[in-house]
């Protein structure tokens, strides 16, 4: 990527060139031109800060522990399997409905 300077020269000549003479004109096209310059500055920072977070994502295979795993898969998360925990829902619904028809009869 060629450097600002060098690529904003010819147009920064150029306004100056066509620009009113009188002092305030020529205040005000220095200031757009600062204004344009600060704003291509930070968008090459935002640019250059987005390319450093892409590139440090790190892909594994599926050789990684699975300790490591449960840090970041949410479905791993869970310290009990999700099957283990559905039977103890069924098993809970059973015992209320048991208890239920005990308190009826």
């Not at 757009?32 to 977070?53: E, G, P, S, Y």
């Not at 039977?87 to 209320?96: F, L």
């Amino acid at each position: 990527m060629p450097n600002v300077p060098h690529v904003h020269l010819p147009m920064t000549a150029f306004l100056l060139a066509v620009t009113p003479v009188g002092n305030l004109g020529l205040v005000l096209v220095l200031l757009l031109l600062a204004d344009i310059l600060i704003v291509l500055v930070m968008a090459r920072m935002i640019a250059a800060r987005r390319k450093k977070n892409e590139s440090s994502v790190m892909l594994f295979d599926r050789d990684v522990p699975v300790h490591l795993l449960r840090r970041t898969e949410p479905s791993l998360r869970s310290r009990r399997p999700t099957g283990v925990v559905e039977m103890q829902v069924r098993w809970r619904h059973a015992a209320e409905a048991h208890r239920r028809s005990r308190e009826k009869a």
